[in-house]
């Protein structure tokens, strides 16, 4: 399999039918984030996917793209909306893990003395770590409202205000949510997840806008230079695992029955027209809802933290939100697709929607700027906020990446890096850490991750998203 590049911000894998590719690959990349990427099965990974059928375009693998389950992390793929296929592989097991920024209308100075009191207020109102539970009285009606709703169930019981809706991808909620398709094991182990973090690489950050890059796209994203945000990263917790792995099963049968033989069995797919596919559209927008509300329930926590230690509502602290995200999500979407518009199903996977302006799906506030691109980076480094832009729409499905991408595995974190370097690092940045397991000190420590100034080079160089603002952490808070 060749690998050729293109220019200083593309590299290429030309279809092949011999390997029974149905398209290409584009990579986006630098010569030197192209060395990680060479070291696992990154590039085989996205060669099998391109053999899947009625893929439309290319596929895509953005810069922080690693190795994942079947198709790689940082992958996009468009499936026409009739002849193609649904993938759970290609969506990824944590179904709508996303990320969204809090504005404040704080500034460092304004919460230096009280930072670590606030930090140790969120991690003792946030449940984070691999079992966290919320104790809430959720009961399963609730569970099955959630699934429907999003996140507007948990506005109209007092838990976010309506103006968040207007601020989030989808508003919150994906139509077409069917709880009945959805396991008594998905349903049990979501129950009591609502409102946590859970662990791995989920966090919350409290952080400083730093650099600005474009002062007329921050107007209008309401951020300036010393304002203080909250980004949160979290998803579908063990929800949305379950009804990933219950899928997984299901389609693996299907393919039995029909005969279907795949490179890869973590490809595993059912035809859209297909009940089976169908049947997970449905289960995984539960999971898509789900996630929608388990961090606008954390919102909540957050905002009542801060209007505790500061003793002001979180109105008179101007915590409204700027935006929220998905990664790991198939969608019905219309682009401009080998040289006309037509409808796909995009499967996004560690991979977000970056719009331009003027797509109807963006929020009213932005449309004439772009969708916010929000890029988390790794632990203790900075994370962005971006404008998608024109670039993204005619190569990438509307596509960026997002976040900075695993350059070495957990296990192999936790023999070669000691904690002591990365408490030590931290320490030196004066960014407050609260974290349950100390062994995820080195599992996302930011040697475990990509470069993120070098990622967002190569997004902003293949004009898929416009940089706005590099913010840095001020405390951290992880599972």
């Known amino acids: 399999m060749k690998v050729e590049r293109i220019d200083d911000f593309r590299f290429e894998i030309a279809k092949d039918k011999a390997l029974g590719m149905n398209t290409g690959v584009t990579v986006y990349s630098s010569e030197k984030l192209m060395q990680n990427l060479k070291q696992d099965r990154t590039m085989q990974q996205a060669a099998n996917a391109a053999t899947l059928p009625g893929i439309r375009g290319n596929v895509m693998v953005m810069p922080d793209g690693h190795e994942g389950y079947g198709f790689p992390v940082g992958g996009v793929a468009g499936f026409d909306a009739d002849e193609g296929i649904i993938s759970p592989g290609a969506i990824g097991f944590d179904i709508n893990c996303g990320i969204r920024v809090i504005r404040t209308n704080l500034e460092e100075p304004d919460i230096k003395k009280n930072i670590k009191k606030l930090s140790d207020h969120i991690f003792a109102s946030v449940p984070s770590g691999l079992d966290s539970r919320l104790k809430m009285g959720f009961d399963p009606a609730d569970l099955e409202k959630v699934a429907h709703e999003g996140a507007a169930y948990l506005v109209e019981k007092g838990f976010g205000v309506h103006e968040d809706i207007e601020h989030m991808e989808e508003n919150g909620c994906m139509q077409g949510a069917d709880f009945s398709k959805v396991s ?80 890869d069995p973590e490809l595993s797919y059912a035809h859209v027209k297909s009940k089976e596919a169908d049947d997970y559209l449905k289960a995984m927008k539960c999971g898509v809802n789900f996630a929608f509300a388990n961090r606008e329930m954390i919102t909540h926590m957050i905002r009542e933290s801060f209007s505790k230690v500061f003793n002001k509502s979180h109105d008179e602290l101007g915590m409204s939100l700027l935006y929220d995200l998905s990664h790991n999500i198939a969608k019905l979407e219309e682009h401009k697709v080998e040289g006309h518009m037509q409808k796909v199903y995009v499967h996004r996977k560690g991979a977000t929607r970056a719009f331009a302006k003027g797509r109807k799906e963006i929020p009213e506030a932005y449309r004439e700027c772009g969708q916010p691109v929000l890029i988390p980076g790794s632990m203790g480094t900075a ?88 913010n840095v952490p001020i405390a951290v808070i992880k599972g």
């Open 383 to 470: 994370s962005y906020i971006l404008a998608g832009a024109e670039g993204a729409m005619k190569e990438t499905l509307g596509s960026a990446c997002h976040g900075a991408g695993r350059v070495m595995s957990r296990h192999q974190a936790l023999r070669e890096i000691g904690a002591e370097k990365t408490l030590s690092s931290m320490k030196s940045k004066n960014i407050e850490l609260r974290v349950h397991d100390q062994r995820l000190v080195s599992e996302e420590s930011e040697w475990v991750y990509k470069d993120i100034d070098e990622v967002i080079r190569i997004v902003k160089g293949a004009e898929l998203a416009v940089p706005v603002s590099r």
């Open 184 to 263: 008594q094991r998905a349903k049990s182990r979501g129950r009591n997840q609502l409102g946590t973090l859970g662990a791995g690489n989920h966090f919350l950050e409290i952080q400083k806008v730093g650099n600005i890059f474009d002062g007329k796209l921050a107007k209008a994203y309401g951020i300036y230079e010393g304002q203080i945000v909250i980004m949160v990263h979290t998803g579908s917790r063990g929800f949305g695992h379950q009804i990933c792995s219950d899928y997984l099963r299901t389609l693996a049968e299907y393919q039995a029955r029909n005969g279907i033989k795949i490179v």
